[in-house]
């Protein structure tokens, strides 16, 4: 069958398959090929602003070396005296522990067999294709997975352990700062601050901090509804 938009002209084409009526064996329904498929809505912006790398652990834990390099001016002194010492700088080692995450997929034939391919009046199910639509959630799942860990890692220093917390929980600034945050920049556009000041003076201080981890890159702010209503 097919179906005329008089105002624009465009034709959408519905082919139609007849299938048995699940209420009715003798009867007869109407099959079209469309599909009305919704899928998941998976946010990625976080992820691609900052290219995370990976590293696969066999271990629960984790150890890694810090080595802190602190500033020393030389001072007067008299010509007969040598001089102050230079201090010396120390290492340390930072140890976290790993948590366990992941998920199992199960299929048996009742999953699949006997059921219709959707859109397909004579068209079933395979293993092949109940597999893969798992295997893709699955996927999909990982990639947010990936999103939310990164986004609470920057809104509240945390590591993201699921609804079910198994794991230990670390605040990572506060464990490799040594200190707690300071307090965050209120960056209010309907006040006669400058906002513009204000970030530049926030982005001066990431841009030092970045340098003393010998790192070099672009600031990037993240901003959410109540900043573009403002």
Same mark, same amino acid.
């Not at 959408?12 to 809505?41: C, M, Q, W």
């Not at 700088?89 to 199992?104: L, R, T």
């Given at each position: 069958? @097919?179906?005329?938009? =008089?105002? &624009?002209?465009?034709?959408?084409?519905?082919?139609?398959?007849?299938?048995?009526?699940? @209420?009715?064996? &003798?009867?007869?329904?109407?099959?079209?090929?469309?599909?009305?498929?919704?899928?998941?809505?998976?946010?990625?912006?976080?992820?691609?602003?900052?290219?995370?790398?990976?590293?696969? &652990?066999?271990?629960? @834990?984790? /150890?890694?070396?810090?080595?802190?390099?602190?500033?020393?001016?030389?001072?007067?002194?008299?010509?007969?005296?040598?001089?102050?010492?230079?201090?010396?700088?120390?290492?340390?080692?930072?140890?976290?522990?790993?948590?366990?995450?992941?998920?199992?997929?199960?299929?048996?034939?009742?999953?699949?067999?006997?059921?219709?391919?959707?859109?397909? =009046?004579?068209?079933?199910?395979?293993?092949?294709?109940?597999?893969?639509?798992?295997?893709?959630?699955?996927?999909?799942?990982?990639?947010?997975?990936?999103?939310?860990?990164?986004?609470?890692?920057?809104? /509240?220093?945390?590591?993201?352990?699921?609804?079910?917390?198994?794991?230990?929980?670390?605040?990572?600034?506060?464990?490799?700062?040594?200190? =707690?945050?300071?307090?965050?920049?209120?960056?209010?556009?309907?006040?006669?601050?400058?906002?513009?000041?204000?970030?530049?003076?926030?982005?001066?201080?990431?841009?030092?901090?970045? =340098?003393?981890?010998?790192? @070099?890159?672009?600031?990037?702010?993240?901003?959410?509804?109540?900043?573009?209503?403002?």
């Amino acid at each position: 069958m @097919s179906q005329e938009n =008089a105002q &624009h002209g465009d034709k959408a084409n519905i082919f139609k398959a007849n299938i048995p009526k699940p @209420s009715d064996f &003798h009867g007869l329904t109407e099959l079209t090929d469309y599909v009305d498929e919704r899928v998941i809505v998976k946010p990625g912006l976080i992820t691609s602003l900052v290219a995370p790398f990976f590293e696969t &652990h066999n271990s629960r @834990s984790f /150890t890694y070396d810090t080595v802190q390099t602190t500033a020393q001016i030389p001072n007067s002194k008299t010509f007969t005296n040598r001089g102050d010492f230079i201090t010396q700088d120390g290492e340390n080692d930072k140890a976290f522990s790993i948590p366990s995450m992941g998920w199992q997929l199960m299929l048996s034939p009742s999953d699949y067999i006997g059921k219709r391919m959707p859109g397909k =009046a004579n068209e079933f199910q395979t293993e092949a294709y109940a597999l893969g639509k798992l295997i893709t959630k699955g996927d999909a799942g990982w990639d947010l997975h990936t999103e939310l860990g990164l986004a609470q890692l920057l809104t /509240t220093d945390t590591n993201f352990l699921g609804s079910n917390a198994i794991g230990t929980s670390y605040n990572f600034y506060t464990e490799i700062e040594g200190v =707690a945050r300071g307090t965050t920049l209120d960056v209010n556009l309907g006040s006669g601050t400058d906002p513009i000041a204000l970030i530049r003076g926030k982005k001066k201080e990431l841009m030092q901090y970045a =340098a003393r981890n010998q790192l @070099s890159g672009t600031v990037v702010m993240l901003c959410g509804d109540t900043f573009f209503n403002s």
